[in-house]
C-alpha cells in the first residue's frame, strides 16, 4: 500500500472519530431547566404535560435535568441520570421522592442528591420506554420545593436481535426460457430492533448462492432471473440462498439466510426425436388380428401435456391397412398391432414410415416443422408350420337312397398351406358316421358310398372328414360335408289308418259311407298323389263303390239300399291305393263294413261296441256274451281257494253274419 493510501485511510478514521464525539456532546447537552416561567418549561421538550398546582408559589424555580437514556442489555446497575430543584444548596433539606412505571424494581432514586440509578438489566423489546414522576420535598417544612412532574426514561436501543425471514418455506417456479429480470419471489425479513435508531433496523439483502442464474433487489428482497434461457431439460430445478444483513451490512451487524427453491415449468420447445432410423420386428403368420407387433418411442425432452403426441403410419396403402398404430396414453409410445391375417407363403415383409407428431405445438419456441419426427419400421413375417386348409369351408352333396355301394358322393381337397407342402391323408371322424354307410379314399378325399342307403331312415348325413399332414407334424384339420339322400319311390302307399266303416240299415244308394286317405313315406319332390280304386273284378260290385275324390282322398259310396242285418251283418271291401312314382307303386287292404241299426240322426246305437262286434263278425249278444264269460271266469279264479277246471258253458255254438 502506497503512502497516499495510507494518509487517506487515516484522514477517514479521524473524521469518523470526529463525528462520534460531535454524536457523545450532543446527546450530554441537557434537554433543559424546569422553572415556573411560562415560557421556560423543561419538561416540554420531553412532550410531557407539566403537573403542578404550585406554580404561582415560586416563580424562579424550576427542575434542573438531564435527558435519560439508559442502554438495553446492561447488567451492571449504575447511575444514568439526576433529578434535582434549582433550589437545592446541597444541605440535604431537600427529598427527592420517584414514583411510575419501574419505580422501586426498575429504577431507584437517592433521595438526597436526586441520582437516578437502574436495578436491572433492561430489554427494548419488552418495553422501550418508561413514564415515571417525580416529587422534591422540603424537608424542614414538608412542603414541596417543586411541583410533581412526568419525565420519561428512555431505554436506548443495541443491534442484539437477527433478522428473521417470514413465510418460510420459500417455494416458487417459472416457465424454463423466461427472459432476464422475470421476477421469481420476493423474500421478507423483519428486525425486532429500533428502525428509528441508528442502523440496527435496516435490512439489505444479498444471494449467498444462486449465480448467475438469479440476483436479488438489496432492499426489497425480489428475486429476479439474471440468466436468459435457462432449460428445464438441462436443469429442472435450483436452490437460492439470500442472506440478509441488519446495520446495513456494516461489519458487527447479525444476518440470517433463506433457502427459496425455484423450479422450472415446462414449455413446448422440444419436438418429438425417434433414436433409430429403422425398427425392425418379426411376428408369426398365424398371429391373431389385434396381436401387438412391437412399440416405437419417440423421445421428447418436455413433459406433460407438451410431451403428448400421436403416431401414424404413412407410405403404402396395403401395408399401411395391414398394420395399425396407435399411441399408449401412458408410457407415449406407439404400439404396433396386426389389422389383418398374414400369409408367410403369400408375403414375407413389410416395410413401412412412421411418424410422431405433437398434440400441442408453440411456434414462440420452434419452427412447426420440427414438432414432428419420421422413421422406418421393417416387419419380418415368420413361418409357422400350419395344418393342412380344405379348399371349401364345407361340402354339400347329393346321393339317391338307392345307389349302390362304391358311388362316387364326391370329393374333398387339403392343401398344407407351408412352403415345402407336405403330403395329406383323408379320414371320417367314426363319430359322425356311427352306420359307417359311407368311405373315404385317404390318398385323394373321395367319398364313396359304403353300404345301402334308407331315406325313410335318415335323410341327412354330417360326415366329418379329417386331413393330416403323413410327415412332420401330423398337423390335421377337418371339415364338415353334409349328405342329402334322396328320396326313391321305394315304399307302397297305405291308407292312413285302421278304418272300421259301418252302413246304416236304411241308407240310401249314393250316400257317402267312409271318407280315405292314404300315406306313403316317400317324399317325391312333385308331392304325392294317390288314386283310389276297387280291385279289378269281371263282375260290378253290387253293394259300393270308391268315388275318388282328386285331392289324396275318396269316399266309399252305397250302390244300392235296402241293408238290413237280417239279411247280412258285415261286407268285405278290398281297396287298391296307388301312388304317382315311376313306376308306380300300390297296395291293397280290406275293409270291413258292418251293418248297423242306427239313430234317425245317422249313428250306431250302441257306439264303438256295436262297431267292434260287426268289426269281428259277430252279432252284438254273441259279443256281450262272450264279454260276460270272460268276466265271471275271472271273479272265479280270484276268489278259489282250490285250482279247479271251470268249463264255462257260455260258448257261443254259431257266429251268425261270419
Known sequence: MGRDEEMHMWTVKRCIQSVLAMIMVFSMIPGGVLSDMKGAQGLEAQQLPQRSSNLHRRLRRGWIWKQLFVPEEDPTPGVIGQLKSDSDRGDMSIKYILSGEGAGDVFQINEYTGDIRTLKKLDREEKAFYVLQAQAINRRSNEPEEPQSEFIITVQDINDNVPQFQNEPYVSSIPEMSPVGTTVVQVTATDADDPMFGNNAKLIYSILQGEPYFSVEAKTGIILTSLANMDREAREQYLVVVQVKDMLGLSGGYSASTTVTVSLTDVNDNGPTFQHHLYTFAVLENASVGTTVGRIMAEDGDTGINAKMTYSLEDDLEESSTFIIKTDPVTQEGVILLAKPLDFETKRRFVMAAEALNDHVDTDFLPLDEFSDRTT??????????????????????????????????????????????????????????????????????????????????????????????????????????????????????????????????????????????????????????????????????????????????????????????????????????????????????????????????????????????????????????????????????????????????????????
Open 377 to 658: 419400421l421393417k416387419i419380418i413375417v415368420e413361418d409357422v408350420d400350419e395344418p393342412p386348409v380344405f379348399l371349401s369351408p364345407v361340402y354339400t352333396w347329393k346321393v339317391p337312397e338307392n345307389a349302390a355301394a362304391g358311388t362316387v358322393v364326391g370329393v374333398v381337397s387339403a392343401k398344407d398351406g407351408d412352403a415345402v407342402n407336405m403330403p395329406v391323408s383323408y379320414s371320417i371322424d367314426k363319430r359322425s358316421d356311427i352306420t359307417k354307410a359311407f368311405k373315404v379314399n385317404p390318398d385323394n378325399g373321395t367319398v364313396t358310398v359304403a353300404k345301402a342307403l334308407d331315406r325313410e331312415t335318415a335323410d341327412w348325413h354330417n360326415l366329418t372328414i379329417e386331413a393330416k399332414e403323413t410327415t412332420q407334424n401330423h398337423l390335421s384339420s377337418s371339415v364338415t360335408v353334409f349328405i342329402k339322400v334322396l328320396d326313391v319311390n321305394d315304399n307302397t302307399p297305405r291308407l292312413a289308418r285302421d278304418y272300421q266303416p259301418y252302413i246304416c240299415e236304411g241308407t240310401q244308394a249314393g250316400e257317402l259311407i267312409q271318407l280315405l286317405s292314404a300315406v306313403d313315406p316317400d317324399e317325391p319332390a312333385e308331392g304325392h298323389h294317390f288314386y283310389f280304386s276297387m280291385v279289378p273284378d269281371k263282375h260290378i260290385n253290387p253293394n259300393f263303390t270308391i268315388r275318388d275324390n282328386q285331392d289324396n282322398t275318396a269316399g266309399i259310396v252305397a250302390r244300392r239300399s235296402t241293408f238290413t242285418r237280417k239279411d247280412q251283418t258285415q261286407y268285405l271291401l278290398p281297396i287298391v291305393v296307388t301312388d304317382s312314382g315311376s313306376p308306380a307303386l300300390s297296395s291293397t287292404s280290406t275293409l270291413t263294413v258292418g251293418v248297423c241299426s242306427c239313430h234317425p240322426d245317422g249313428h250306431c246305437p250302441a257306439g264303438g261296441v256295436e262297431a267292434l262286434a260287426l268289426y269281428m263278425g259277430v252279432s252284438l249278444q254273441t259279443f256281450i256274451g262272450l264279454a260276460v264269460c270272460l268276466v265271471t271266469l275271472a271273479a272265479i279264479h280270484r276268489n278259489a281257494n282250490t285250482a279247479a277246471f271251470i268249463r264255462a258253458p257260455c260258448m257261443p255254438s254259431s257266429h251268425p253274419g261270419v
